[in-house]
């Protein structure tokens, strides 16, 4: 007698990614695993008095979305948060902080999110831009990168970096000719101390510090943390993602995950990384594996080392080889010499423990694929995975050495300049065209054999997968002369879920709707192998599946 499924999915058109069962219209699942996967007759053989029957209607059905890089804690704060996308000029500017802040007159710190380094198309942003809009309220707003904000002469006063700030290697408090702040800070050391106006530091804690909340939150504030990461995931489920790999962490957001996974089930499966930041110790790894070794199950796991190497391009804060195009005396200043990657990286990789690094310039990426070959050397070669995270702008040299180390490549198809609306300038002018072929590789290194896995990096582009996928298929190339750096639509559908089960050791459970996987799944509202790619952002997830349970449901 057959096993009866809990849920039964229908009328699909099912991409199971599995290269040895491609298609299927149907699929059951029971106990929170795949238990089959055929035509619906077959799969309706599963039915029994309490299965729960999903029409998908002919809409496509696909392995739930694996988002690789992203800032769950601090970007479902940011939901509240004014979105600034899309605003130009200083009068639209000024129209909608004035709104947002008429509507919050208690709010005692205001923040906006997303808005363009050219927002001003003549002129740089300053307080005093800020203070015309809103001069008696503190105000300050981010870069859709998140590596530079602005704030307005109040908000710079009462975190006391008016007259400046002393900040480490790849900070900067910008000043002006009349010896105070212009109101323009690069990195975090140099706007940690606005934004903590906001009264939200402990969602920043995995990206500022890596450590804990101190002194420890109150029953009040550890339950509205908690709130805060049930919107994030809600947020995820929303746009069909069941895995995420978070890029910032600490001990308080594995234990919040854990707190809410007891309570009511967490609907989407998170991996929490340690982030060490470049004023720790190495002793301080064994904290690492401690939440390694503590959290280790199919929903909530840690095992990751995040570290930063460089900042962005925009900021002239990314570490190039040579210097940038529009800065000639200037190629970044790194968080970390190599010498000292280099023994982080050994560090680490001796632990067993993956190690992921945000490194954006050409440098940087360099720097990062030293330490990951200098580990191997000292410690001998495993199937580490070790990833480096963006890598905008790299070199010929460098590419092969991806596969040589076994490295992973992970990238966002929303960050390169003029994908998803983002302008060209400043960027494209920064990296010079001398670098343009090498920027932002993600087919290259794909064709050279890299695993290349696809996420957002949200808060800093928007979250959606499908999104994302429309944006890695349309691409267009900056100059006739450069490489096509596009991807097909299972590719990136690949890069989705395949690869990012594959990027944290999962390609045996997830990524593939085979029998005996997780129960991961999305069902989607239209077809997408029949839908334009021009018009791939208009299918939505209708019904979205993690573990059997439903956690999304347009």
């Not at 238990?35 to 599963?46: E, K, M, Q």
């Not at 990751?304 to 000639?328: H, Q």
Request: net charge negative; glycine share 10%.
């Amino acid at each position: 007698m057959l096993s009866h499924a809990d849920l039964i999915v229908t009328n699909g058109r099912v991409l199971t990614m599995d290269e040895a069962n491609p298609k299927a219209e149907a699929i059951a699942v029971k106990d929170g695993l795949i238990l089959a996967v055929g035509d619906n007759g077959s799969i309706l053989d599963r039915k029994g008095p309490d299965t729960r029957i999903i029409d998908a209607k002919g809409g496509s059905v696909v392995p739930g979305f694996i988002e690789a890089h992203m800032h769950l804690f601090s970007g479902a704060a940011e939901l509240a948060h004014l979105q600034l996308q899309g605003v130009y000029g200083f009068e639209a500017l000024q129209k909608v902080i004035r709104d947002y802040a008429a509507a919050r007159p208690d709010a005692k710190m205001l923040v906006g999110q997303g808005v363009d380094y050219t927002v001003l198309p003549a002129e740089t942003v300053t307080r005093h831009h800020l203070d015309r809009i809103l001069p008696d309220r503190p105000f300050a707003m981010a870069a859709p990168d998140h590596h530079t904000m602005w704030a307005n002469t109040k908000a710079l006063e009462m975190a006391g970096v008016l007259h400046g700030k002393k900040v480490g290697p790849g900070n900067e408090v910008v000043m002006g000719e009349d010896g105070l702040a212009t109101g323009e800070l690069r990195e975090n050391e140099a706007f940690g101390p606005v934004l903590k106006l906001a009264g939200e530091e402990r969602t920043r804690l995995g990206l500022s510090t890596g450590g804990e909340p101190d002194p420890a939150p109150s029953t009040a504030e550890r339950d509205a943390d908690r709130d805060i990461m049930r919107r994030g995931l809600a947020w995820c489920a929303k746009h069909g993602i069941t895995s995420i790999q978070n890029m910032d962490g600490n001990l308080y957001q594995l234990d919040l995950l854990s707190e809410i996974d007891a309570e009511e089930g967490l609907s989407c499966r998170v991996q929490v990384p340690f982030h060490y930041k470049n004023f720790m110790t190495l002793d301080m790894l064994e904290k690492a594996s401690s939440m390694a070794e503590r959290y280790s199950s199919d929903y909530l796991h840690s095992g990751v080392v995040k570290v930063f190497y460089d900042g962005v391009l925009d900021s002239w804060t990314a570490v190039m080889i040579e210097p940038y195009a529009d800065r000639p005396d200037w190629v970044g200043e790194p968080l970390f010499t190599p010498d000292q990657f280099r023994e982080l990286a050994v560090a680490i990789d001796r632990r067993g423990l993956q190690i992921a690094v945000h490194a954006i310039g050409d440098g940087a990426v360099r720097a990062v694929l030293d330490g990951y070959e200098a580990a191997r050397k000292e410690n001998g070669k495993r199937d580490s995975r070790h990833r480096i995270e963006h890598i905008e702008v790299t070199t010929e040299a460098d590419i092969p050495r991806f596969i040589d180390l076994g490295v992973i490549a992970s990238m966002q198809p929303p960050h390169p300049p003029g994908s998803m609306g983002l302008p060209l300038e400043p960027t494209v002018s920064r990296i010079g065209r001398e670098r343009w072929h090498v920027s932002y590789p993600s087919r290259t290194l794909k064709e050279a054999g890299a695993h290349v896995v696809f996420a957002s990096d949200w808060p800093v582009s928007p979250i959606d997968p499908i999104a994302g996928m429309q944006a890695s298929m349309m691409r267009e190339k900056w100059a006739d002369d450069m490489p096509d750096q596009r991807f097909s639509l299972h590719e990136a559908l690949a890069a989705y879920t395949v690869e990012g089960a594959y990027a944290e050791f999962a390609e045996s459970r997830k990524g593939q709707l085979k029998p005996g996987f997780l129960g991961d799944l999305v069902v989607l509202s239209g077809d997408i192998e029949a839908t334009a790619p021009d018009a791939l952002h208009e299918i939505r997830p209708a019904t979205t599946i993690c573990g059997g349970r439903i956690t999304y449901q347009a």
